[in-house]
C-alpha cells in the first residue's frame, strides 16, 4: 500500500514536499515512480528511482527542480518540489513496481491514491 501526502495550494516559485509511505513491502528491488495527472490530460512520469542500481528517470521540465529522496528507516519516498510553476499543477501519484525498468505509468501495479498540487497566486 502506498500513501501519498503533502500537497497544496502554493505560490508560483514556491515550494512543496510530497511524501510516499509505503507499506506491506520494502523498496529494495522496487522501482518508485512519482506521476502526475491535470485535468484532461493523461498521466505523465515525474521522476523513477529504481533502488537495486539508482537508476534515476527524471521528466526533463522538472530537472534542477524537483528532487528524490527515501527514508528507508521509515519506508517513505519523497519529491521536494521548488521553483513551482502554474504547469506543475497536478494530483500527484507514488506508485511502485518490483524491478521496474521504465518510467511508464502502464507498467507500475502498486499506486497511492494521490496528492493534489495546485500553483496559483
Known amino acids: 500500500q502506498l500513501v501519498e501526502s503533502g500537497g497544496d495550494l502554493v505560490q508560483p516559485g514556491g515550494s512543496l514536499r510530497l511524501s510516499c509511505a509505503a507499506s506491506?513491502?520494502?523498496?529494495?528491488?522496487?522501482?518508485i515512480g512519482w506521476f502526475r495527472q491535470a485535468p484532461g490530460n493523461e498521466r505523465e512520469p515525474v521522476f523513477c528511482?529504481?533502488?537495486?542500481?539508482?537508476?534515476?528517470i527524471i521528466r526533463d521540465s522538472v530537472k534542477e527542480r524537483f528532487t528524490f529522496s527515501s527514508d528507508k528507516a521509515k519506508n517513505a519516498v519523497y519529491l521536494q518540489m521548488s521553483s513551482l510553476k502554474p504547469e506543475d499543477t497536478a494530483l500527484y501519484y507514488c506508485?511502485?513496481?518490483?524491478?521496474?525498468?521504465?518510467?511508464?505509468?502502464?507498467?507500475?501495479?502498486?499506486w497511492g491514491q494521490g496528492t493534489q498540487v495546485t500553483v496559483s497566486s
Open positions: 506508485a511502485a513496481k518490483f524491478w521496474g525498468s521504465t518510467c511508464d505509468p502502464r507498467d507500475f501495479d502498486s
Open positions: 506491506g513491502f520494502t523498496f529494495d528491488d522496487y522501482a
Open positions: 528511482f529504481r533502488f537495486g542500481d539508482n537508476k534515476t
